[in-house]
């Protein structure tokens, strides 16, 4: 069966510092990943999704990046955090093809900016 | 585009009363829909999903919904409400013109008074 791993589960940072938060997939080959962020009290808002090694759409400018080195590996990171990154990131998986659509997610990772 | 509208971000219900959450889509297209739960401080998890077949769906935990295309609805229902269904819910409509996202609710917290 297919299990999906993010870490940190808990990240407090200083405004300024850079950030690096991973996610991995396990039990499935080239899956669609994507992560997500949710504010206090505000819905899920996709950041960015990727289809395959090194493709990577962008939803929202902003100050974070995202890189997927291997497979079933996606990374999140930002140079400089801001107050406004705090929130709960949450990374999923789909299956490729567009077969099934539904996503899968992982536990999640809070982070305060301080 | 598509889109999912929730009626409702809070919805309170007595323990063993009735569970209704309202979800209307718009699409130009059949969609495929989509009921994710989510628990305090983690991932959202499917609890069920329409894809064409059958019109009255049921997934985990005593939930079901029905689409109703005439009404572009899908709501999600349980007949007796249990204390450990506070939960924050989320529709969720797919995305015709990718086949790679879903496209989600602002969603709606479930409150269960004793």
């Known amino acids: 069966s297919q299990t999906i791993h993010q870490w940190p589960a808990t990240l407090v940072q200083p405004v300024g510092s850079p950030l690096s938060l991973e996610c991995t997939v396990e039990?499935?080959?080239?899956?669609?990943l994507y992560w997500y962020r949710q504010a206090a009290g505000r819905g899920l808002q996709l950041l960015f999704y990727?289809?395959?090694?090194?493709?990577i759409s962008s939803e929202v400018p902003q100050n974070l990046s995202a890189s997927r080195p291997q497979d079933r590996q996606f990374i999140l990171s930002s140079k400089k955090l801001l107050l406004s990154d705090s929130g709960f990131y949450l990374c999923?998986?789909?299956?490729?093809?567009?077969?099934?659509?539904?996503?899968?997610f992982g536990p999640g990772t809070r982070l305060t900016v301080t | 585009a598509q889109s999912v509208t929730q009626l409702g971000s809070h919805v309170s219900v007595s323990e063993g009363a009735l569970v209704l959450l309202r979800c209307n889509y718009s699409?130009?297209?059949?969609?495929?829909l989509f009921w994710y739960v989510q628990y305090p401080n983690q991932g959202l998890q499917l609890l069920l999903k329409?894809?064409?077949?059958?019109?009255l769906v049921k997934g985990i935990n005593g939930f079901e919904a029905e689409f109703k295309k005439s009404e572009t609805s899908f709501h999600l229902t349980k007949p007796s409400a249990h204390m450990s269904d506070a939960a924050e819910y989320f529709c969720?409509?797919?995305?015709?013109?990718?086949?790679?996202?879903?496209?989600f609710g602002k969603g709606t917290r479930l409150h269960i008074l004793p």
């Open positions: 999923a998986w789909s299956a490729p093809g567009g077969l099934t659509y539904e996503q899968y």
């Open positions: 699409s130009s297209v059949p969609p495929y």
């Open positions: 039990g499935t080959s080239n899956p669609n």
């Open positions: 329409y894809t064409s077949a059958a019109t």
């Open positions: 990727s289809v395959g090694i090194g493709q």
């Open positions: 969720a409509v797919s995305d015709m013109n990718r086949d790679d996202k879903i496209i």
